[in-house]
């Protein structure tokens, strides 16, 4: 039957996340890159000649910290994403058991 | 006929009484072959939620569920076989539900499924401040435990929503 | 990397990897949606997808090696997220009520119908038609992505079907279903919940 083909294939159109997406998986990606990839990144751009300790220190913590700030967000928002999968589940779960309930119920009544 | 047993727990706000699971219950995850379980307490809800989208229907019936509800907790074991739990351990439980201020709704038997479903609710001020739910099924155990105040409407409308089948009955509604 | 033989076999090199998640992104957060029906979820689950991506680069050889490779890791992260998190639907699709409405194709309400019908269907055959009818795959590139034998995919693909054209045929035939919509309507308002 063409068109249940052609209506499953319009119900299952891709949706695009948005480039919000896009700009967190990047900057997640960024963030669990090995440090010695960046550290490598950083050194690539040394010269002796124009080199300073105390520059190099201050970006280095700079970048540490930015780098862990962000990875603290990410955990904050995996736990609220979680916890919001686990009340999704909960409220599934209840609401299909109400629902069976209901169902019987009417079934019930509609046999009186 | 063994059951699988759905315990949903609502508890009230007010009244201190807790309906708590027996040892029995806790113990049947040694022998299921899936659990679901979920604790979410007041500082979890409001954590999740902060995650819930008004822009999206799904979500924001459950923002609403969720504004006046202190907790949710359930339990839910699946197992292989028939007979892996006792109805003791579920009269453990409507023993407490016999306390003053829990009234029981609803209780469905359903002999062609094996499901027996009760809804147990406690009333603080003409509204309801907790609901428990006990479904058991031959081979899956359920217990729901919803703390705070909660519309029973609002919890059955999310039928349709989240993946849950919108259960539409038809008087001649019968199985092919 | 292997340039000439990607060119020689006509593929298209590997993009670099924010090419690769502008280009799949929507493949990847669809597949997790299908599974998780929440769009957090999803974009959480997309997100692993991608970092397990970043971190596998080096073992893809062109474009079409990453697309494979992403739609195959989104499914199985799929299953394995809704197995942890798995509540089943209490209706089965042979029981799942027919619709009361007819609607015609492209309706977003038959939309959302046929996927909460699909939904129900147990992990393998929901999984071939996911890739069937949202990657537009045969099946055997099915087969390919899931493991399984081809006639396996093809059995899966037509039970289905049929299942569904059944539940569906409704909402496919208006002037069937005019017929039976003000009896069908009238027997719904006539049940109040209990």
């Given at each position: 039957?063409?068109?249940?083909?052609?209506?499953?294939?319009?119900?299952?159109?891709?949706?695009?996340?948005?480039?919000e997406f896009?700009a967190r998986v990047l900057a997640a990606a960024a963030v669990a890159q090995?440090?010695?990839?960046?550290?490598?990144?950083?050194?690539?751009?040394?010269?002796?000649?124009?080199?300073?300790?105390?520059?190099?220190?201050?970006?280095?913590?700079?970048?540490m910290i930015g780098g862990s700030l962000e990875y603290r967000r990410q955990q904050e928002d995996r736990q609220g994403r979680m916890a919001k999968?686990?009340?999704?589940?909960?409220?599934?779960?209840?609401?299909?058991?109400?629902?069976?309930?209901?169902?019987?119920?009417?079934?019930?009544?509609?046999?009186? | 006929?063994?059951?699988?047993?759905?315990?949903?727990?609502?508890?009230?706000?007010?009244?201190?009484?807790?309906?708590?699971?027996?040892?029995?219950?806790?113990?049947?995850?040694?022998?299921?072959?899936?659990?679901?379980?979920?604790?979410?307490?007041?500082?979890?809800?409001?954590l999740?939620?902060r995650f819930?989208?008004?822009?999206?229907?799904?979500?924001?019936?459950?923002?609403?569920?969720?504004?006046?509800?202190?907790?949710?907790?359930?339990?839910?074991?699946?197992?292989?076989?028939?007979?892996?739990?006792?109805?003791?351990?579920?009269?453990?439980?409507?023993?407490?539900?016999?306390?003053?201020?829990?009234?029981?709704?609803?209780?469905?038997?359903?002999?062609?499924?094996?499901?027996?479903?009760?809804?147990?609710?406690?009333?603080?001020?003409?509204?309801?401040?907790?609901?428990?739910?006990?479904?058991?099924?031959?081979?899956?155990?359920?217990?729901?435990?919803?703390?705070?105040?909660?519309?029973?409407?609002?919890?059955?409308?999310?039928?349709?929503?989240?993946?849950?089948?919108?259960?539409?009955?038809?008087?001649?509604?019968?199985?092919? | 990397?292997?340039?000439?033989?990607?060119?020689?076999?006509?593929?298209?090199?590997?993009?670099?990897?924010?090419?690769?998640?502008?280009?799949?992104?929507?493949?990847?957060?669809?597949?997790?949606?299908?599974?998780?029906?929440?769009?957090s979820?999803?974009e959480e689950l997309a997100q692993d997808?991608f970092l397990?991506?970043h971190?596998?680069?080096?073992?893809?050889?062109?474009?079409?090696?990453?697309?494979?490779?992403?739609?195959?890791?989104?499914?199985?992260?799929?299953?394995?997220?809704?197995?942890?998190?798995?509540?089943?639907?209490?209706?089965?699709?042979?029981?799942?009520?027919?619709?009361?409405?007819?609607?015609?194709?492209?309706?977003?309400?038959?939309?959302?119908?046929?996927?909460?019908?699909?939904?129900?269907?147990?992990?393998?055959?929901?999984?071939?038609?996911?890739?069937?009818?949202?990657?537009?795959?045969?099946?055997?590139?099915?087969?390919?992505?899931?493991?399984?034998?081809?006639?396996?995919?093809?059995?899966?693909?037509?039970?289905?079907?049929?299942?569904?054209?059944?539940?569906?045929?409704?909402?496919?035939?208006?002037?069937?279903?005019?017929?039976?919509?003000?009896?069908?309507?009238?027997?719904?308002?006539?049940?109040?919940?209990?």
């Amino acid at each position: 039957m063409s068109r249940l083909d052609d209506a499953l294939r319009e119900a299952f159109r891709r949706q695009d996340p948005g480039p919000e997406f896009t700009a967190r998986v990047l900057a997640a990606a960024a963030v669990a890159q090995p440090k010695a990839s960046w550290w490598r990144t950083f050194a690539s751009g040394f010269r002796p000649a124009k080199f300073r300790w105390a520059t190099a220190a201050a970006l280095a913590c700079l970048l540490m910290i930015g780098g862990s700030l962000e990875y603290r967000r990410q955990q904050e928002d995996r736990q609220g994403r979680m916890a919001k999968q686990q009340l999704v589940l909960a409220l599934r779960i209840a609401g299909a058991k109400l629902n069976v309930a209901r169902e019987r119920v009417q079934q019930i009544n509609a046999g009186d | 006929m063994k059951y699988a047993l759905v315990l949903l727990f609502a508890i009230g706000p007010l009244l201190a009484q807790d309906v708590k699971l027996p040892p029995g219950i806790e113990k049947l995850a040694a022998k299921a072959s899936e659990v679901v379980d979920v604790s979410l307490d007041g500082a979890m809800l409001r954590l999740a939620g902060r995650f819930l989208s008004s822009n999206d229907p799904d979500e924001a019936k459950a923002k609403n569920i969720v504004n006046g509800l202190k907790g949710i907790y359930v339990k839910s074991f699946e197992f292989e076989k028939e007979g892996e739990y006792s109805l003791s351990d579920l009269e453990e439980i409507r023993r407490q539900l016999r306390a003053p201020g829990w009234s029981r709704m609803v209780g469905v038997i359903s002999k062609k499924g094996g499901e027996n479903t009760e809804i147990y609710m406690r009333l603080d001020n003409d509204r309801i401040g907790g609901l428990v739910i006990l479904a058991a099924e031959p081979k899956e155990l359920t217990v729901v435990n919803i703390v705070g105040n909660i519309s029973l409407d609002d919890l059955s409308s999310l039928g349709g929503h989240f993946g849950i089948p919108d259960v539409e009955v038809r008087k001649d509604h019968k199985k092919p | 990397m292997e340039t000439a033989t990607n060119a020689a076999l006509g593929r298209e090199p590997l993009p670099d990897f924010a090419s690769l998640v502008r280009s799949h992104q929507a493949m990847v957060f669809s597949i997790a949606l299908h599974y998780v029906h929440d769009r957090s979820a999803a974009e959480e689950l997309a997100q692993d997808v991608f970092l397990q991506l970043h971190q596998s680069l080096a073992d893809l050889q062109s474009a079409e090696h990453a697309g494979r490779w992403l739609r195959k890791v989104a499914v199985h992260r799929s299953i394995d997220h809704a197995r942890r998190s798995r509540f089943r639907p209490q209706v089965g699709l042979e029981d799942a009520p027919e619709p009361v409405t007819p609607a015609a194709a492209g309706d977003p309400m038959l939309s959302e119908r046929l996927r909460r019908l699909v939904a129900s269907l147990p992990e393998k055959p929901r999984s071939v038609m996911l890739l069937r009818y949202q990657e537009d795959l045969d099946p055997e590139e099915i087969a390919a992505t899931l493991g399984m034998p081809v006639r396996t995919v093809k059995s899966h693909l037509q039970r289905s079907l049929a299942i569904l054209r059944e539940k569906a045929t409704r909402a496919f035939t208006p002037a069937a279903g005019r017929q039976n919509l003000s009896r069908e309507m009238g027997e719904v308002e006539n049940e109040p919940l209990g």
